[in-house]
Each structure stands twice: as C-alpha cells, then as structure tokens.
C-alpha cells in the first residue's frame, strides 16, 4: 500500500483512507457493542496522521514497501532465516536477565509464521567461555523449532580455545548451500597470541579478551589458514551464485580500540569481491549497523543480552542509528530479527528490537542509498 | 558603718559619673553617629576571618566574634582575600577599620591605606609553581585512583548479577558526566553524576548503592570524568 | 429642553444601576478564572480557544451532574466519577456500567486532577478534557446516545440550559463543541496537590508515618516505583504520561498469539482491522489501537496516583481489588507477555516492604477534599 517513492501528501492520504476503512475497529475503544456503528467527533486520523507518519526512529510506514511474508507474499523473496545473537550467558539459572532474554528470542522464533528456514546463532553464546555456559545456551537453543546454524564468537572461544565449542557445536568455520545459496560461516575473532609471554593463565585470557575496551588483546582476524581454507571453498563456487557469509565481528575495519574490526578485512573482501551478490551478516557490535563497500553489503546483528553504544569514531554513513538504550528497560536496545533473501540473491535485514518497533534495512536501500529520513545521524555517544 | 559609708559613696560618685557621661552632650555629632553606627559596647571588638589557606587573615573591626559580619563589610572581606591571595605563601594580615579604611601587616612591616587590587610593596614568593617532584607525586596519586576506578567500573563486584559498568559503557562512553548536573528521566529529578552511578548500580546490576563519600565511588568517579578529560562542560544536556 | 420628572430620574437611575450590574456579572462570568495551582507547579495546559469562565464553569457542572444526558436517564458523567468517591466509580464492580446496566471493560480514573495530564483515557486516545467529555455520551454501553446529533437533541429539549449557554458563550447556540468545553473547564476547577506526602517532601518529618517514609526510599529504590510513577516537583501527579505493557489484562485472552499477529500486520501493512478482533482482545491491545506500533501493543497510560486509597480497584479493567494486591502485582514482575516493559521485573520485597508502600500510597491522599464537599450535595438520588 506504501511505495519508497511516494510523496508524503501521497502517504498521508493513503493513511487517511486506511483510517476510514478502520473506523469499524474504532468501536472496539470505546467498549461497545459489535452491532452498532459509532460516529464520533473524534480526528482519529488526523491524530494518527499527526502522531506520527514517518516515526521518528519506526521508519515503519516508509519501510513497510518490502515487508512481506514469504508464502503468498512479496515474490522477491525467496526464503527467510533469522537470527539469536550475543547472548553472553551466565550459568545463573534462568531467573538471570541474560537467561530470560534468550529464551524470550527463542519465543520470539517459534511464534513466527510461516517459521524460517533455520535460525543462525551469531556467536557469544557464553559470557566467560565456560562449560556450563555454553551448555546452558544449548539447553535454551534446543527449544527452537526451525534447525540451527551455529557461529562461534571471542567470549565462546579463548578460556579454552575452542575446545568445548567444537566438541558441543562442530567445526567453527564451514559452509552449506541452500536454495541456491552459498553460505559460509567464518570464525573471525582469531586473535594473534598475547597471552603465552605475559604467562596469563586462561581464565585470565578470558577475562581479557571478554573486555571489549581491553587493550591488551590482539585485534580479530580471520587469518591466513582461515583464509586459504575461504579461497579453496569459494574456487569451487560460480561467481554468479549469491553469496551470504556469516562472520561474527563486522567484516570490515570500524573501531578498533573496541574490535569492532577485522585485522585482515581488505583480503577477505578480496576473496568475496569476485562474487556478483554478497551479504556479510555478522555480530559482536549489539546495534543495528549498516554497511556497504563495493559489492559488499554489511549488516549487523541485535544482541539479547546489551546493546553497545556507537563507536565515537568511524560510523559507516549507511548507518541509520538507533537511540541509546533506556537502562531501567533490561529489554531496551536488545532483541533479535530475520533476513529475507531475495530472489536475486540480495537480502532485506530485519530488525526486531524489544521495546521499540521494528526497523529494516532493505538491499534496495541500500544499493541506492536512498535511506529512509535521508539516513539519521544520530548521536554518536 | 564605715564601709557601707564607703560603698555609699562609691555608689553615689558612680551615679554621678553616670549622670556626667550621660548628660556630656560634649561628644560631637560624627562621634556619636559613629557610636550609634557599632554600638558603644562594640568599639573594641574584632572578627576574624581566615582564608583558605591559613596563612591570609583579614581582622574586622566594630563587630564582635560571635557576630555576623554585615553583607557590604562581609563582601570587601571576601574581596580583600581573594586579593591578597595573589601573594601564595605569604602570611599577611589585613585590618579593615570600622570606617572601612584597611591597613596590611605582611613581612614585619604595616602598610596602610591598602585599596583592593591596589599594589602592596610584597614580594610575590617564587615558590609559588609546583615543583617537578610535586606534578609527579599528584600524578602518581591520581593515576592510582583513576586505576582503581577503571579495575571497578570492569569488575562485576559492584553489583550480584555478573553485568560490569563496562558492558554498556567501554572506555566509559555514553556517561556524559561533564552533561550533569541534569535532569535524569529514571530518577525523575535533578542528579549528579554520582546519583546515576548509584542508579545504575541498583537497577541494571541489581547490587547496593555506595555512599556518596564511599572510596569507591570517588574511584568510579575519578575514572570517568578521566576518560572525559576536554569536554566541554555542558549541564542540562540531553 | 427636556428635564426629567424626578419619579423618571430614579427608574433611570435604577435602570442603569441593574443594567451596570448585569454587565458586571457578565463581564464577571467572562473574566477568566485563576485555576488554584500551588506555586511552583506547572499549570495545567489549557486549550487557546477554552480559557475557563466562572461562566463556562457552571454550566459544565451542571451538566456533569446531569443524569438526563443519557438514554435511559440513570447515567452523567457523574455516575462513574462520583465526588463521594474520589470522583471515581463508587459501585462495586471492577469496571464501570452504563445504561441499562451494561458493564465495560474499563475502570474509571478519577477526574481530580485529571487536568494536569497530558493525555485522557487509559490508551490516551484525547489529547485535552474537551476531546475526553463527549466520547462517554455516544458510547452505546455507557451513556448511550446513537451519535452526537442525537445529545443535542435531548439537551435542546431541556429548557434550564439555554440561559446557562449564553452566560457562558454569549449565545445560546447548543454544540458539541461547547459542551465539550463546559465540562472541560469545570473539571479544570478540580486541582487538589495538598496531601501529607508533599507536606512531607516540603520537610515537615512528622508529615507522614516512619513505615510510609521507608516506602518511599523503597519506591524510589529497591521497588522501582519512580521510573514510571516519579513524583517530579513542578507537576507532581506520580506518572510520566508514557504507556507502559506491565501485562495487566493479558491473561483474559491469548494476548502473545493475538499481539504477534497485530504486530504481523502491521509489518505487512496490512489494516489491523482485518484481524477481527474480538471486544475483549481489542480492550487489551491498549495504545496500540491509537498508534498502530507495534511496541504499544498491550500498552496502557501510567495512571496518576494522587487519591489512589479512595480510587480502588486498580489498573484498566479493575483487576486488582487492593493497594496490596498491586504491590504484590509488581513484586511478581507484573504478567509476563511478549511486549512485557522491560522494566518489570520480580522485586523480592520483604512483608514488611510491602506494607511500607501501602502505608506510603495512603499518604497520596489530599487534605483539601473538603473543599468539593459541596460538590456532593449535588449528586443525583
């Protein structure tokens, strides 16, 4: 009903229309009977007009072009999976607001309709990388219906280097393919070792690299081994076969006192950039981030457990920022989402921040840098 | 009988002296203005105020110790020390006279007719400035407490649920602290950087909230404002 | 020249004197009327085209306490914001019946003070007391009317008030408009901000009880009471003006299944209307139903608290009997749904903190009620 390219006269007549057609609901607030119609004097549609068409931070009207489901719906899309991210566990209980988050995107995944494909789990499942951490999370991700694809991050990896992750989850790099997908699932945190000369003991590693201002870690990167292991499994692929890889830290050099970065960035791109469609969907930095370099479209992840401020420096201009989180809401700025891949291969990321009303960031957006309110630049705080 | 005939006298030449001092209409008029003005029993009275750094005093006279200085006498005091401050280290004393007139005592020597911002014939001492040593023990002293800080604002002992200021806030980003003192929507009132370290203590970390004097928030404090160092100070941003 | 009988001179003279006093009186009921706000208290916003009259004030009384304003004669405004009862519902339901008896899904907020605040209803869909007045009349459950035209009517054949409509808007043109604004500007006129709490807050330590100042370190504290219900200086009414889903009424119907698919739809753009929603799933999808976001869905108006001990029972529908039964409603975490506020959580109050902010709630109580006694006295028989 909304188009992108509509003026906004244009939308708010559509808007009023809906209003009208509505009026049958609008009994329903004034408790009254279904039989009778009710005729007030009330400017419903003013109001709501007036409230707020293009929302300050929803984008919902503007962006609602593309949202569809995808049975029956939009026939750009050719399937959906979505996403759990960061959920940084304590082996607490479940009474711990870490806990109690996770499974609420576990809620939130089984309530959608039609289901996903799969869920991908973007990485930190574990806070300090512990066994009953970790084993909590697969309790809390068993209760998903749709299958799961699992990704590794730093706070999983470094109390023991992987050990417990591989032998619970698999291996921390792979790849599958999928309607005519290529996926591949990258560890992308390796970190140079920092830890054998200062003699500090794993917890200690652990401690470290969970700090994200710590300084005394090495920056993520995918590394060399990693990728020739990428080279050899992309030679294999068509270059016109869309290619979507998941990473856990953002594919490209943003922040680096905070890791919002990979060491070796620019020759993992070179290794993608032969390919006609890719899609980086990656987590670690908790906000909805947005990025695009050359044919390189780059989305972040919600985290369940915080959100992360914005880096003070290095925002990618593609970037609609949401507002800082309300720390009385544990929910705030947190939440998880879906991403519809397209037809084409390109993907639509949608965001379902708690507490707030979903944003999405579609591949068309993107390709034109048509972002809805001309892109937002918020408060980088 | 013949002391109750001394006292008798001694009583009656009293009330006669009385009588005299009553009746000498002798004292002009400036003096007995002047009189009216501190009130006979204050003529020899004198407060005294210390400043800051014990070694300036200034006296005033006409106005007895357990007595507040009058506003317009009180505000040249002030604005006589803050002056005299100029002169670090020194010990001087200043004396404002009840007709305001000020004499300064400084090194052994009176000068009089001293006028605020005036020049005095003293000496600035050159020990003054900090020396190295000293820049490098207030240094060491502040990096200590700064550290401190840091090791709290990181760890999760400050509240019972594992989450660390650091979570939310790296490298102490998002405080604002140099935004306070503002109104703080979750307080629904004006608060200090302090009283949100408290807030957020309680509420997102679930753990007790520190005493405002409490070493440790003066450590998360000094670790904050530290990270801020060069921002403007802007109260009331939102 | 023409000289005046003496006899003449007087009538004129009376003449003049009656006339210079009518237009007094007029220019009295004219003259706006100082609201009694205490100082330092943010008056409440009054509408540029409704500044209150003592005029307008006597006509919106008497038609608050006008029971012939509905179908059936039983129901005014009055009947449901009773002075005797806090100018709540003084029956024993949990929600208010209209004519015929007919009960609603919703509980009564008092009108004392209502001014102040920045939106009416439980979902906020009137922004002034204008807008709120007249909604009630054409409500088939409540008073009764079909439509507006049909108020006028019945109020056109009640000959006491044409007088009344001219000494308050200069004609005696009856409208919807005017009625509205009538009723407004006598609620206006009930400001009451004088109670033990605010003495006690002004530094009187004897104001209230040592349980009721414990509870009030709690409800700023451990119980989390002053996010949402803070009492700030220069409008102290205990709200925030903000809606909040704390999970109320979500289990008189399958609230998570219905909210998902509101908040479906509406990603989809599709009309809510097309949801077919009952009356009772409507009722609880609160703010939503005004905004269409989906982060208002289940969302209701933080209430006012001022005279909370004579305005039970609690929340929209009612559903908590007691001042005790709330406190042990929060100390739960509320009812967990999917668009719970994040700011709810179980608070693990101890016996005796719970009675402390009982005996805090019942010092909300104004001291000053006095003041509307006459106000009874004019309540229908």
């Not at chain 1, 992987?162 to 990258?186: A, C, N, Q, R």
């Not at chain 1, 290619?243 to 680096?256: D, G, M, Q």
């Not at chain 2, 990096?143 to 790296?170: Q, T, W, Y």
């Not at chain 3, 668009?339 to 000053?368: C, H, I, K, N, W």
Request: some cysteine; overall charge neutral; aromatic content about 8%.
């Amino acid at each position: 009903m909304y188009r992108n390219d509509m003026t906004r006269k244009e939308i708010q007549r559509a808007f009023a229309e809906r209003s009208a057609a509505d009026e049958r609901l609008l009994r329903s607030l004034q408790n009254c009977d279904r039989r009778h119609f009710l005729r007030t004097s009330l400017k419903f549609a003013g109001m709501a007009a007036a409230a707020s068409l293009v929302p300050f931070h929803g984008f919902q009207l503007v962006n609602v072009a593309h949202a569809a489901t995808t049975e029956g719906g939009d026939p750009d899309v050719a399937f959906r999976f979505a996403y759990v991210s960061d959920s940084h566990l304590y082996a607490r209980g479940m009474t711990h607001r870490f806990a109690r988050a996770a499974a609420k995107a576990v809620e939130d995944m089984n309530a959608l309709d039609p289901q996903p494909d799969f869920v991908l789990f973007g990485g930190d499942l574990a806070q300090l990388g512990r066994p009953d951490e970790l084993a909590l999370g697969q309790q809390i991700l068993k209760e998903l219906k749709a299958p799961v694809r699992m990704m590794v991050g730093e706070h999983d990896w470094y109390l023991d280097l992987g050990e417990k992750w591989k032998e619970m989850f698999g291996p921390d790099h792979y790849s599958f393919d999928h309607k005519g997908i290529h996926f591949v699932v990258l560890n992308s945190v390796v970190e140079k070792d920092f830890w054998t000369a200062k003699g500090y003991t794993p917890e200690q590693r652990m401690a470290i690299v969970a700090g994200l201002d710590d300084g005394r870690q090495s920056s993520f990167e995918v590394g060399e081994a990693q990728r020739e292991w990428l080279r050899q499994d992309l030679a294999k692929v068509n270059k016109k076969t869309p290619l979507i890889v998941f990473s856990h830290s953002p594919l490209y050099k943003l922040y680096k006192p905070w890791n919002f970065w990979t060491d070796d960035a620019e020759q993992v791109q070179a290794l993608l950039k032969p390919f006609a469609t890719v899609s980086v969907i990656h987590g670690h930095t908790h906000q909805l981030l947005t990025n695009r370099i050359g044919n390189i479209q780059f989305h972040g992840m919600l985290s369940t457990a915080w959100p992360w401020p914005y880096a003070p420096q290095g925002l990618p201009s593609y970037t609609v920022q949401m507002l800082r989180a309300d720390p009385f809401n544990q929910f705030d700025g947190c939440g998880d989402g879906s991403v519809d891949v397209l037809v084409k291969g390109r993907v639509d990321k949608h965001y379902n921040p708690w507490s707030r009303n979903p944003r999405e960031v579609t591949a068309q957006q993107l390709a034109a840098k048509s972002l809805p309110g001309g892109g937002y630049q918020g408060p980088s705080y | 009988m013949k002391a109750i005939l001394v006292c008798g006298s001694l009583l009656l030449g009293a009330v006669a002296l009385g009588i005299l001092a009553t009746a000498s209409g002798g004292a002009s008029d400036a003096e007995r203005a002047r009189r009216s003005l501190v009130g006979a029993q204050h003529e020899w009275a004198s407060r005294a105020v210390w400043a800051c750094d014990q070694r300036k005093l200034v006296v005033v006279e006409g106005v007895r110790p357990d007595e507040k200085i009058p506003p317009e006498r009180a505000q040249l005091v002030a604005d006589v020390l803050t002056d005299l401050m100029r002169f670090c280290n020194e010990e001087i004393t200043a004396r404002i006279a009840t007709n305001q007139a000020i004499s300064v005592a400084a090194n052994g020597r009176v000068y009089e007719n001293y006028v605020v911002g005036g020049p005095l014939p003293i000496v600035k001492a050159s020990f003054g400035e900090p020396t190295q040593r000293e820049q490098q023990i207030w240094k060491a002293e502040l990096d200590k407490l700064v550290a401190e800080g840091d090791r709290l604002f990181h760890s999760d002992e400050l509240g019972s649920n594992g989450i660390a200021c650091a979570m939310c806030h790296p490298n102490a980003s998002n405080t604002h602290p140099e935004t306070y003192p503002k109104f703080q929507t979750q307080l629904k009132k004006v608060a200090l950087l302090r009283d949100m370290v408290n807030w957020c203590i309680l509420n997102p970390l679930e753990g007790k909230e520190l005493a405002h004097d409490d070493a440790r928030m003066k450590a998360l404090e000094a670790y904050i404002l530290a990270q801020r160092r060069g921002k403007a100070l802007d109260a009331g941003k939102h | 020249m023409a000289v005046f009988e003496r006899r003449q001179r007087v009538g004129l003279a009376a003449l003049a004197a009656v006339s210079a006093l009518a237009a007094l009186a007029l220019a009295a009921s004219a003259q706006t009327l100082d609201l009694p706000v205490p100082s330092g208290v943010l008056p409440p916003e009054i509408p540029a085209d409704n500044p209150p009259t003592p005029g307008k004030v006597e006509l919106g009384k008497k038609l608050y306490f006008d029971t012939r304003l509905s179908t059936d004669g039983s129901v005014g405004c009055v009947t449901c914001h009773d002075p005797r009862h806090g100018f709540v519902d003084g029956r024993d339901k949990a929600t208010s019946a209209g004519v015929g008896g007919a009960l609603g899904t919703r509980n009564a907020p008092t009108v004392l003070n209502a001014a102040f605040l920045a939106s009416q209803f439980w979902d906020g869909r009137a922004a002034t007391l204008e807008e709120q007045a007249v909604q009630p009349l054409v409500n088939p459950i409540e008073h009764g009317f079909a439509d507006q035209a049909a108020v006028l009517a019945k109020l056109k054949t009640l000959g006491d008030y044409p007088p009344l409509f001219r000494t308050a808007f200069g004609s005696e043109e009856i409208s919807t408009l005017r009625v509205g604004q009538a009723i407004a500007s006598f609620e206006r006129t009930l400001l009451s901000l004088d109670a033990p709490i605010d003495r006690f807050l002004a530094g009187d330590a004897g104001a209230i009880s040592a349980s009721a100042q414990r509870g009030w370190a709690l409800f700023n504290g451990k119980a989390r009471c002053n996010t949402c219900h803070g009492r700030i200086d220069v409008i102290p009414l205990f709200t925030d003006d903000l809606f909040h889903n704390i999970g109320v009424g979500v289990k008189h119907i399958d609230f998570d299944k219905v909210a998902r698919k509101a908040a479906a739809a509406v990603a989809a753009g599709a009309s809510v209307d097309q949801l077919a929603l009952s009356n009772a799933e409507a009722s609880e999808l609160g703010r939503f139903l005004v905004t269409r976001e989906s982060k208002d869905l289940g969302a209701f108006k933080t209430p006012q608290l001022r005279n909370l001990a004579l305005t039970a029972p609690y929340m929209h529908d009612g559903s908590e009997a007691t001042l005790r039964a709330v406190i042990e409603f929060y100390d739960r975490g509320g009812n967990d749904n999917p668009y719970l506020d994040g700011g709810m959580r179980p608070l693990g109050l101890t016996e005796q903190e719970r009675a402390d902010l009982v005996a805090l709630m019942e010092t909300f109580t104004s001291s000053d009620l006095a003041r509307f006694a006459e106000l009874e006295k004019l309540v229908p028989k």
